[in-house]
Antibody, heavy 124, light 107 residues
């Protein structure tokens, strides 16, 4: 079945960098983009950005632009999120989510399925 | 950026009752609206996409409707597993955004 498996929890100090992986299985990786969404403790969902698994194009939320890089590796069907200059308000569960419509519906999509989430704590 | 406003923030209902959740967009999103369900400690699950299309495996008691700026998720005959937080999300343009969520709790 379609599955996204994320890397494990991370504890980082302010100013450090973060890299989270998201390994896809059960479908043709290059037919669907990957989005990243985060959820701060007790808060709602915040879209961070989208990466094309086909040509590497990206689109990032303005709030994290400049600190965020999304990449994909088609040899391992894995997507990566890198966030630099971490701050305490980056503490959240980070989710990868497949663009539900795939290449047939364009870049802007709903999210289905979601990874299990990666807890990131930024604390000194 | 399109702002999605969900109401009410909390809905207190009993199993077997119906729920009506609202999502209002700050500008038209056409028919590009999705709904998700999230239970404590879990990631979100897609329920509805493009206003009214149910995702695979979603029961018929979940019904999406609306267009433009006003959307509704109706859950008929609430089951115990339906008590959760629900989010709407648009895919009209960048950036994609979510509503703040509606919590459906047991009365």
């Amino acid at each position: 079945q379609v599955q996204l498996l994320q890397s494990g929890a991370e504890v980082k100090k302010p100013g450090a960098s973060l890299k989270v992986s998201c390994k896809a299985s059960g479908y043709t990786f290059t037919n669907y983009g990957i989005n990243w969404v985060r959820q701060a403790p007790g808060q709602g969902l915040e879209w961070l950005g989208w990466a094309s698994t086909y040509n590497g194009n990206t689109n990032y939320a303005q709030k994290v632009q400049g600190r965020l890089t999304m990449t994909t590796d088609t040899s391992t069907d894995t997507a990566y999120l890198e966030l630099t200059s971490l701050r305490s308000d980056d503490t959240a569960v980070y989710y990868c989510a497949r663009g539900g419509g795939g290449i047939w519906f364009g870049e802007l999509s709903w999210f289905d399925p979601w990874g299990q989430g990666t807890l990131v704590i930024v604390s000194s | 950026e399109i702002v999605l406003t969900q109401s009410p923030a909390t809905l207190s209902l009993s199993p077997g009752e119906g729920a009506t959740l609202s999502c209002r967009a700050s500008q038209s999103v056409g028919n590009y609206l999705a709904w998700y369900q999230q239970k404590p400690g879990q990631g979100p699950r897609l329920l509805i996409y493009d206003v009214s299309k149910r995702a695979t495996g979603i029961p018929a008691r979940f019904l999406g409707s609306g267009s433009g700026t006003d959307f509704t998720l109706t859950i008929s005959n609430l089951e115990p597993e339906d008590f959760a937080v629900y989010y709407c999300q648009h895919r009209s343009n960048w950036p994609l955004t979510f509503g703040g969520g509606t919590k459906v709790e047991i009365k």
